[in-house]
T-cell receptor
Framework: RKEVEQDPGPFNVPEGATVAFNCTYS??????FFWYRQDCRKEPKLLMS???SGNEDGRFTAQLNRASQYISLLIRDSKLSDSATYLC????????????FGSGTRLSIRP | DVKVTQSSRYLVKRTGEKVFLECVQD?????MFWYRQDPGLGLRLIYF???????EKGDIPEGYSVSREKKERFSLILESASTNQTSMYLC???????????????FGPGTRLTVL
């Protein structure tokens, strides 16, 4: 089993739709969680951190479920500019732990 | 504006050549990383460094070495480039959170290396 798993997609949804991705992780001691966005031929950039209580940033909502060991990203009212690959990242409990990237979920928003 | 820069955006080398990829960050981060990214395989960690002159192997260190002589600079070296090292190479840096877990990573723009 991979340490961090994501559905690779692609998700192809119409503009204005709501879309959700999940990311499961295997290490229950993981401490910090992030969603990154990567545009084609560009570097990954932080979209949002994921907090235990859940957090929202405009149209984006991130949730953490420690019991089931997954994080989620919800995008509401999707825009054409949301088309990208979304990477989940899971960090261990100490600086000696690994930073684990999921392989990414491709999202394509159609007009 | 925080920045991670990489020495080249595109590089073409021949099999057997020694290749140097440089990464510089201006955020005074202790931790720096080298990844390669290939279609379908995601980001794979080659090496990381948590302090000057300190280095740790990542998941795929074979065929690579690194150097960290200064805090802001982390170099990746391909001792003898091979065609299977054709890839996108990404450098990143980060600090530690109070609980000693890693904070957000900042990535450089990447170097697309082609080995002929």
């Amino acid at each position: 089993r991979k340490e961090v798993e994501q559905d690779p997609g692609p998700f192809n949804v119409p503009e204005g739709a709501t879309v959700a991705f999940n990311c499961t992780y295997s290490n229950s001691a993981s401490q910090s969680f992030f969603w990154y966005r990567q545009d084609c031929r560009k570097e990954p950039k932080l979209l949002m951190s994921v907090y235990s209580s859940g957090n929202e940033d405009g149209r984006f909502t991130a949730q953490l479920n420690r019991a089931s060991q997954y994080i989620s990203l919800l995008i509401r009212d999707s825009k054409l500019s949301d088309s990208a690959t979304y990477l989940c990242v899971v960090n261990g409990a100490s600086s000696a732990s690994k930073i684990i990237f999921g392989s990414g979920t491709r999202l394509s928003i159609r007009p | 504006d925080v920045k991670v820069t990489q020495s080249s955006r595109y590089l073409v080398k021949r099999t057997g050549e020694k290749v140097f990829l440089e990464c510089v960050q201006d955020m005074d981060h202790e931790n720096m990383f080298w990844y390669r990214q290939d279609p379908g395989l995601g980001l794979r960690l080659i090496y990381f460094s948590y302090d000057v002159k300190m280095k740790e192997k990542g998941d795929i260190p074979e065929g690579y070495s690194v150097s960290r002589e200064k805090k802001e600079r982390f170099s990746l070296i391909l001792e003898s480039a091979s065609t299977n090292q054709t890839s996108m190479y990404l450098c990143a840096s980060t600090s530690l959170l109070a609980g000693k877990s890693y904070n957000e990573q900042f990535f450089g723009p990447g170097t697309r290396l082609t080995v002929l």
